[in-house]
């Protein structure tokens, strides 16, 4: 894997190819990326200043600008609070257009199964200090931020087992301090955003994709971008992305760079 470029070091070759491009999707992921992390996720805010430019590069002409994230789609678009942006919600599970129009392409028979290992997760985990079960719309997460190893070791055992009674009726997928479980068989963050953004083609032609975003769950998207679309990773560690910004405070920065060059 080759370590990430500094964006800033390659502000102008970036400039040069948005400027160039007719049309442009800006795709984010929400915590750790538009919204700093905190110790609970239900705390998690977007920054005053990064929800203007987010306005602001939505109503530019050749703009379309989409949030992604596992949260629920209804939690996402409220935390968001701005209409006419495209938002992917549940790892791509349920997604709403500009318009507002809801949709999810999870079957009752998942969901009755998701229902029920969050009921049995709630049972078993609920009580441990540290550990939170989310049951949200479409999955189930398992948030170990503020546990003790001990405690994050019950929650992956607890998930493991559960899983395998259910006979994998759900898969599990691991993201930041959070063991989530997903109706089986559908795709991930990566998937949802292309299949997106390669709806919106015109002449054969769809827009430059600009992808940010700070978790494993958003190298599913990385690892597919083409060599013209633009993969930023905001934070440190290992990452396939070609670009790299250090805090959710730099990516704010860089969608106001953004939007100037492109108004
Ligand atoms: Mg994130």
Redesign the pocket.
């Known amino acids: 894997m080759k370590p990430p470029l500094s964006l800033w070091l390659h502000w102008c070759r970036v400039a040069r190819q948005v400027v160039a491009a007719p049309r442009v999707a800006v795709f984010c ?5 538009l919204a700093p992390i905190v110790r609970h996720p239900a705390e998690a805010l977007l920054p005053a200043a990064t929800r203007a430019v987010l306005r602001r590069l939505q109503q530019l002409p050749r703009v379309v600008v989409g949030i992604v ?2 949260r629920s789609l209804a939690d996402l678009r409220q935390r968001i609070g701005l209409p006419g942006l495209h938002y992917i919600g549940s790892h791509g599970l349920e997604w709403s257009a500009p318009n507002g129009r809801r949709r999810s392409n999870v079957t009752a028979v998942s969901l009755a199964c998701i229902r029920k290992l969050g009921k049995a997760l709630d049972a078993r985990l609920g009580d441990v200090p540290g550990l939170w079960v989310e049951r949200k719309s479409v999955s189930v997460t398992v948030h170990y931020r503020n546990a003790s190893r001990r405690a994050a070791e019950q929650a992956r055992r607890a998930v493991t087992e559960l899983l395998q009674q259910s006979s994998n009726c759900a898969r599990l997928l691991q ?2 301090k959070v063991l989530e479980l997903l109706p089986p068989g559908h795709g991930d963050k990566g998937q949802a955003v292309l299949r997106l953004v390669a709806s919106m083609a015109r002449n054969g032609r769809r827009p430059l994709l600009i992808y940010l ?3 494993t ?2 190298e599913s998207l990385f690892r597919r971008l083409g060599g013209n679309d633009l993969s930023i990773h905001v934070g440190s560690g290992p990452t396939r992305a070609r670009y790299r910004l250090r805090s959710p405070r730099e990516a704010a920065r860089f969608l106001r760079s953004l939007a100037e060059v492109l108004a």
């Open positions: 992921d929400f915590d750790g990326t994230s596992g993201g930041k975003g700070d978790d769950t958003d």
